[in-house]
């Protein structure tokens, strides 16, 4: 998160309609009004939960159906990470990792202060993603329909 906010990947709305998902969309699970006073911090964070969220709706969904395969991105850029995602997904080539080409060049963008502040306060929230997901038995989806049908 503390990336997303050193790059001010939330300053400018061209970004989060191309790359994230907008807080004003409104077909979302997590509701972002105690986000937004944070600014910049309370959008990253609040964009981070909304993806958990969503991936434990989709869990909740479709975890019966599909095979989700699951990495963490920290991990699955080195070559012990890469060589398990591969083979998750059922390959058993050596893993050929790219140079990194749009890393933060500076890492005094993402400061320590910064990231000590946004772990404070992820811990006040006490998140539960799963939870969150379980709008799904109040009727509500993701898929958008209930959107349609209120616009005709």
Not at 81 to 103: C, F, I, R, S, T
Not at 110 to 133: G, K, S, Y
Request: hydrophobic share 40%.
């Amino acid at each position: 998160m503390a990336k997303h906010v050193g790059r001010d990947d939330f300053q400018n709305i061209t970004l989060p309609w191309q790359w994230y998902l907008d807080m004003s969309y409104s077909n979302v699970i997590l509701k972002p009004d105690k986000f937004r006073p944070l600014g910049q911090v309370g959008c990253a964070i609040w964009y981070a939960l909304e993806m958990e969220a969503r991936y434990a709706y989709y869990l909740l969904k479709f975890g019966l159906q599909i095979n989700f395969v699951e990495t963490k991105l920290e991990e699955a850029t080195k070559p012990e990470g890469a060589a398990k995602l591969l083979a998750d997904l059922g390959h058993n080539g050596v893993p050929q990792l790219p140079e990194k080409k749009n890393a933060t060049r500076n890492p005094s963008e993402v400061t320590e202060a910064l990231t000590a502040e946004i772990r404070t306060l992820l811990d006040r929230l006490n998140f539960d993603p799963v939870a969150a997901a379980a709008y799904i038995s109040e009727g509500r989806s993701l898929d958008g329909s209930a959107l349609r049908s209120a616009a005709a």
